[in-house]
């Protein structure tokens, strides 16, 4: 399955990209089929990134995220959804953010006409995220009722 990583820098702390690119290359052992990050800037704004292919190729990209505060990454290993059609790819948009997910929703289909969601992609994981955005109470309360779904 699909490989996550990422990190929280302290206060004072600078990005390290050879440390980050090191984790990266583990991580795609989990998933080479695509790849992708979210994060936070040092003026506090929402950046994402995402493309088919193996992060490995395209490490020098993690220079984007250079003034990152914090960082999430998603190597993924295609279940549902040809990862040549980007939007297929991790992060999925979520409720003002962005959402990677590690695992198989083997009954999405199931999920998306009971919650009568519109998923725009083939990508199991997007229920998830449109779930999160549809049901009620806090961010946390959402993501973990969206789990046990």
Known sequence: MC???GFVAQ???QFHPRRLAKI???TERRGPHSFGFAWIDSRGRLRMYKQAGRITDHL????MARDARMLVGHCRYATHGDPADNQNNHPHPCDGGWLVHN???HHHDRLNFQFELSPITECDSETLALLVEQLDGTL?????EAARL
């Open 11 to 13: 206060p004072g702390q």
């Open 103 to 105: 695992g198989i929703i």
């Open 24 to 26: 990266a290359r583990v």
């Open 140 to 144: 946390v309360e959402r993501c973990c």
């Open 3 to 5: 490989g996550l990583f």
């Open 60 to 63: 020098g990209l993690l220079a």
